[in-house]
């Protein structure tokens, strides 16, 4: 059973810096994609961040220059370091894992980050 969990998430100040973490398991097939979600409070999710393949990545406009995505194969853990956090960041972020077979995308239970002074 692939199991997908975030770790890192908190309370952080205006300008402030966290790296959340996102652990793959149970599969002996890597996931082709990951990625980074979010959704706030009354919104629809929304995507942060993609990595794709051998590292083809997009970010949405709101998160570029503040927001990296990165992956470690070895350990099968993905990364996402923000920096210069805003008020508006604040939600909760979910990672995703797309394996290729069978075709199915895993959905960590999501990690709260609050940017607030």
């Known amino acids: 059973q692939v199991q997908v969990v975030e770790s890192g998430g908190g309370l952080v100040q205006p300008g402030g810096s966290l790296r959340l973490s996102c652990a793959v398991s149970g599969s002996i097939l890597s996931p082709f994609a990951m990625g980074w979600y979010r959704q706030a409070p009354g919104n629809e999710r929304e995507l942060v961040a993609r990595?794709?393949?051998?590292?083809?990545?997009n970010y949405a406009d709101s998160v570029k220059g503040r927001f990296t995505i990165s992956r470690d194969n070895a350990k099968n853990t993905m990364y996402l370091q923000m920096n210069s956090l805003k008020p508006e960041d604040t939600a909760v972020y979910y990672c995703?894992?797309?394996?290729?077979?069978?075709?199915?995308?895993?959905w960590g239970q999501g990690t709260q980050v609050t940017v607030s002074s």
């Open positions: 990595l794709i393949g051998g590292g083809n990545t």
């Open positions: 995703s894992a797309d394996f290729a077979i069978p075709r199915r995308t895993y």
